[in-house]
């Protein structure tokens, strides 16, 4: 969903796909260690949810203008970490109330925090924060630990966002035309748009294929695209969010990526959706699995 200068200028394709190569390396190092932590149990995955949960509050608490050491900015964190221990003992409903509650408070008491000291601070983002995170988290978790149909479900997710963003990327880049929503992210296109669409349909649908053989075609497309659209909206999200922190990247942890909230804002919006899909299904259901 990203384009570079019009095609045909001098110099244009080297700059289209200057980046290329860093989103490449990235890449490599990345994708095997999250596949093997998804593949190889809700213990190994949890584990990697608790640690990029960390890191993504951390750079959140730093684009409020925040420190994650000190109070406002340590309540997300440590909301967001309570919210998922509560997930990993099968407490999701009152992990959801602990991030509600959390968010609340924490904007109610950085609001009192700042009137009493006469700083403003940033009541309205940090707690929003919580939400952003804790809710994608608490997603994340239940969904690896449904032992009979977590590991595909989790890995579904991740290959149909992967696959959103590649694709988008390659079209956009490749194809350009007319922008997506040229006052939030002026680099997207339509043709990225459709062409993240379209991969998540082939990746998607050869990874449900993979685990359920008989699946119904038409129920795993429809959620390949709902979980793209997602993954896509959680894209323009962070744009968005960005355009308001007046920021480039989050961070600049991830070389050719910026820092981790870039990498996984399609995961960020997607995940809440398959995991709402799931709890509709119920335990031990494949997210394609309402009519196969």
């Given amino acids: 969903m990203i384009t570079a200068p019009v095609p045909g200028q001098p110099g244009a394709?080297?700059?289209?796909?200057?980046?290329l190569r860093k989103r490449a390396l990235s890449a490599a190092v990345l994708l095997p260690?999250?596949?093997?932590?998804?593949?190889?149990?809700?213990?190994?995955?949890t584990a990697m949810v608790a640690i990029a949960g960390a890191v993504l509050?951390?750079?959140?608490?730093?684009?409020?203008?925040?420190r994650t050491r000190v109070f406002p900015?340590?309540?997300?964190p440590l909301v967001v970490c309570a919210a998922g221990a509560l997930a990993v003992m099968e407490q999701v409903r009152l992990g959801l109330v602990l991030l509600l509650a959390g968010s609340a408070a924490t904007w109610l008491g950085v609001s009192l925090l700042g009137r009493r000291s006469g700083i403003t601070q940033p009541a309205r983002r940090l707690a929003l924060g919580v939400l952003y995170i804790g809710l994608a988290g608490l997603a994340l978790i239940e969904l690896r630990h449904d032992n009979e149909a977590g590991r595909g479900n989790v890995l579904f997710l991740f290959v149909v966002v992967w696959a959103s963003d590649i694709g988008a990327y390659m079209a956009g880049r490749a194809l350009g035309g007319p922008k997506l929503a040229p006052a939030i992210s002026p680099n997207?296109?339509?043709s990225g748009a459709l062409g993240g669409l379209a991969a998540a349909l082939v990746f998607g649908g050869a990874c449900a294929l993979a685990f359920t053989p008989g699946a119904?075609?038409?129920?795993?497309?429809?959620?390949?695209?709902?979980?793209s659209i997602a993954s896509q909206a959680g894209d323009l999200l962070e744009s968005a969010i960005k355009r308001h922190f007046k920021v480039k990247d989050t961070s600049s942890l991830i070389p050719g990526h910026g820092g981790l909230l870039d990498r996984l804002d399609g995961v960020l919006a997607a995940a809440p959706v398959a995991a709402?899909?799931?709890?509709?299904?119920?335990?031990?259901?494949?997210?394609?699995?309402?009519?196969?």
């Fill in 276 to 292: 709402l899909l799931s709890y509709a299904l119920g335990q031990g259901r494949p997210l394609w699995g309402w009519a196969w």
């Fill in 216 to 227: 119904w075609w038409p129920a795993v497309a429809m959620v390949a695209l709902l979980v």
């Fill in 13 to 19: 394709p080297r700059r289209n796909w200057a980046d």
């Fill in 57 to 66: 509050a951390w750079e959140w608490v730093h684009l409020c203008g925040r």
């Fill in 188 to 190: 997207k296109t339509w």
């Fill in 33 to 45: 260690a999250a596949l093997a932590c998804i593949w190889f149990g809700a213990e190994s995955f």
């Fill in 73 to 76: 900015g340590l309540a997300v």
